[in-house]
């Protein structure tokens, strides 16, 4: 079975200061892992994900995660966050043979002016 | 990728009725779901709808509350039934192909039960 730990329910930060947001996963099997962000009153929308190949995965906004597997962890990190950013980001994983994700809690990022 | 509709965007209801929210897709996906997303709380998946046949529920729902049709590739509808304050949440409808694939979600449906 996989499970998705994100351990932070709300990230609060100045803008343009940098953020990361945790996210650790569980699985016997190879995975595939999703940054999605929901703005308010708006559905889920991707941010980047991780297939294989290099571990360090670029989306867009300027978001970035790092794929560790000794670690089981997929962290999502931005150099400077912007008021706009402030949202629900949820870490979802889908582990091998399975075609439905597992998300986390979710994280609400809270940027200050 | 996919556009996905879905309404409506959000009601109130009362107690003992129910509600159909539409998800329209703007093109043909084999795989449609349904999930709940309660304040604090992941999204849990209800159930996956299938075409032609009966939707496949997830251990904690059943069809009797959950009511789903899925008459074509491109729409599908999920009926809360019989409501309860419980049953306040965000009801968001995904299609997804699987495996290296994204989902995409719909707008949300925020329903509240008084």
């Known amino acids: 079975a996989q499970s998705v730990t994100q351990l932070d329910s709300q990230v609060p930060v100045f803008e343009e200061a940098p953020v990361e947001l945790r996210c650790n996963y569980s699985?016997?099997?190879?995975?595939?892992l999703f940054w999605y962000v929901q703005y308010p009153n708006q559905g889920l929308q991707l941010l980047l994900k991780?297939?294989?190949?290099?571990?360090l995965v670029k989306g867009i906004n300027g978001f970035e995660a790092e794929f560790n597997k000794s670690q089981t962890s997929f962290h999502l990190r931005k150099p400077s966050v912007h008021i706009s950013d402030t949202a629900e980001y949820f870490c979802?994983?889908?582990?091998?043979?399975?075609?439905?994700?597992?998300f986390g809690r979710g994280t609400s990022l809270i940027v200050h002016p | 990728s996919a556009v996905i509709s879905q309404k409506p965007s959000r009601d109130i209801c009362q107690r003992g009725t129910s509600l159909t929210i539409q998800c329209q897709v703007d093109?043909?996906?084999?795989?449609m779901f349904w999930y709940r997303q309660q304040p604090g709380q992941s999204l849990t998946l209800i159930a996956t709808?299938?075409?032609?046949?009966?939707?496949?529920?997830e251990s904690g729902f059943v069809i009797d509350k959950f009511p789903i049709s899925r008459p074509n590739l491109t729409f599908s509808t999920l009926t809360v039934s019989n409501m309860s304050p419980e049953d306040s949440s965000i009801y968001l409808c995904?299609?997804?192909?699987?495996?290296?694939?994204?989902?995409?979600f719909g707008q949300g449906t925020r329903l509240t039960v008084v």
């Open positions: 709808a299938n075409q032609g046949s009966e939707a496949t529920y």
């Open positions: 093109s043909q996906v084999t795989m």
């Open positions: 699985s016997s099997v190879s995975v595939y």
């Open positions: 995904s299609v997804d192909e699987g495996g290296d694939t994204e989902a995409f």
């Open positions: 991780y297939l294989s190949g290099s571990t």
């Open positions: 979802a994983v889908i582990a091998g043979g399975s075609y439905i994700p597992t």
